[in-house]
């Protein structure tokens, strides 16, 4: 499957942002999708996302009640919604795929095969 995310770009503190990933060559639905982050010299972390075939999401707990993902199967979509900005937020966030990894290793960003190119969000104080 290959993915392409877009969306990022500055905004200030307390703004909006919305990132769109798209999928192609694979159903979206039958992978587990998931938004990482990585900021300069820090490791890539998980943001949210879906296990396959799962209808509930996961969130890192700071992003919990700003960040909202979802996904549209019949798009072969998956949206980050994130509302409420911080500066702490800048990163390169990245959409990443994965038909095979087990429910506890969703966050673990080695487990994915699959990795859009990455878009650049930056929040200015």
């Known amino acids: 499957v290959q993915l392409q995310a877009s969306g990022g770009g500055l905004v200030q503190a307390g703004g909006s942002l919305r990132l769109s990933c798209a999928a192609s060559?694979?159903?979206?639905?039958?992978?587990?999708m998931s938004w990482f982050r990585q900021a300069p010299g820090k490791e890539r972390e998980f943001v949210a996302g879906?296990?396959?075939?799962?209808?509930?999401?996961q969130y890192k707990d700071s992003v919990k009640g700003r960040f909202t993902v979802s996904r549209d199967n019949a798009k072969n979509m998956v949206y980050l919604q994130m509302n409420s900005l911080t500066p702490e937020d800048t990163a390169v966030y990245y959409c990443?795929?994965?038909?095979?990894?087990?429910?506890?290793?969703?966050?673990?960003?080695?487990?994915?095969?699959?990795w859009g190119q990455g878009t650049q969000v930056t929040v200015s104080s």
């Open positions: 990443a795929a994965d038909a095979r990894l087990i429910l506890s290793s969703m966050r673990d960003f080695r487990q994915y095969n699959y």
């Open positions: 060559g694979g159903t979206a639905s039958t992978y587990s």
């Open positions: 879906f296990f396959r075939r799962a209808n509930n999401a």
